[in-house]
């Protein structure tokens, strides 16, 4: 029988993980096959000590009488609940207990950990063999059976409730303008500036524009609404308790109560480009009035040696000055050497110091 039991101990978490569906340790394939293989580089490799240590137990339980096996199966199956408590979602299960959130479905969920799941099959497994040897178990030992789980829960809601403002990320979206983006938080601070900043500052790359390439300004909107994170509602404004404006052109970060449109007084380098564009028209194409305007607005920025190519005004006034050759060749071809449009762009250019070379 002892064989019998090791054999299905070995087993059963392959067959429950490639029931469940979940993949191999290291991702690949079904976990049915992966578990099932004590090698190091396959997923059974992590059953081994927890194993071993049920082998330990069924083989002591076939030869030892007494208080040991009256209890052994009380411990086992408490080391069992134990395991399946600790796979528990926790964060799920917080959000919906102390938030807004209504997840569908039940609100208790079990992550897919392989070693808990090696433990909760083997110590099962060894509660089975105990419960046939033992000759009578103390019948209020069972009521000690849900401790263990219920402190493990206990503890991790008591932690989430009390420890603090809680911050979740919730994703990032564009606003349809190139450059700006949108970060969703949740919290269950109340505003407090320095709460806010303080969060913020523990990661010095987190959100800054000035390190990212693809955005120039961007808006963080924190809200007390779970239910707008995990389901992406990024529209509900109402929810928003705060919102911490950065911006790469200057390095700056603007901290305000409540929702703050941190675009609508901003303008990204195409906005700007679009304006000038616009405003400083030369009656002479598209195409110059565009090559006009990126040399209007790099006229008073100062390009320095090092490349920042994360700066997209940088970027873009450190490419007018690399490719005006090629557009002036450009112009030529579109138009001739002796139009309007090249001779406005060769004067605009010697005035600014730009060369054909």
Not at 263 to 287: H, P, W, Y
Request: charged letters at 15%.
């Amino acid at each position: 029988m002892r064989l019998a039991i090791l054999i299905l101990a070995w087993i059963t978490p392959a067959v429950i993980a490639g029931a469940l569906g979940w993949s191999g340790i290291w991702g690949a394939g079904s976990a049915l096959g992966d578990y099932l293989i004590p090698i190091p580089v396959a997923g059974g490799a992590l059953h081994v000590p927890s194993f071993l240590v049920a082998a330990a137990f069924i083989f002591a339980a076939s030869k030892v009488t007494g208080t040991f096996i009256r209890y052994l199966p009380v411990l086992a199956f408490s080391v069992l609940a134990l395991a399946i408590a600790l796979m528990i979602d926790f964060e799920r299960l917080n959000a919906w207990a102390f938030t807004d959130y209504s997840p569908h479905g039940l609100p208790v969920r079990l992550d897919g950990n392989p070693f808990l799941l090696f433990v909760a099959s083997d110590a099962f497994w060894v509660g089975v063999y105990a419960l046939t040897r033992a000759t009578s178990i103390p019948k209020v030992a069972w009521f000690a059976l849900p401790v263990l789980p219920a402190l493990a829960v206990g503890i991790s809601m008591a932690n989430y409730h009390s420890s603090g403002p809680v911050f979740r990320l919730g994703g990032s979206m564009g606003t349809g303008q190139r450059g700006e983006e949108i970060v969703m938080v949740y919290t269950s601070a109340s505003y407090n500036e320095s709460v806010f900043r303080g969060w913020l500052e523990q990661d010095p790359y987190f959100a800054r524009p000035w390190f990212n390439v693809n955005s120039e300004h961007v808006a963080i909107h924190f809200t007390n609404s779970m239910q707008a994170i995990k389901w992406g509602q990024f529209d509900q404004t109402e929810d928003t308790i705060a919102t911490i404006c950065l911006y790469e052109e200057d390095r700056s970060v603007h901290p305000h109560r409540g929702y703050y449109d941190c675009f609508a007084d901003r303008n990204t380098v195409e906005q700007e480009l679009a304006e000038l564009a616009a405003r400083e028209s030369t009656g002479l194409g598209d195409d110059v009035d565009h090559w006009y305007a990126r040399a209007l607005l790099c006229d008073d920025v100062e390009i320095p040696e090092a490349a920042v190519t994360d700066i997209a005004l940088i970027g873009v006034c450190k490419g007018a000055v690399g490719v005006y050759p090629r557009s002036l060749q450009r112009f030529v071809a579109r138009y001739g050497e002796d139009s309007e449009q090249v001779r406005f762009v060769r004067a605009e250019a010697a005035a600014r110091g730009l060369t054909e070379e």
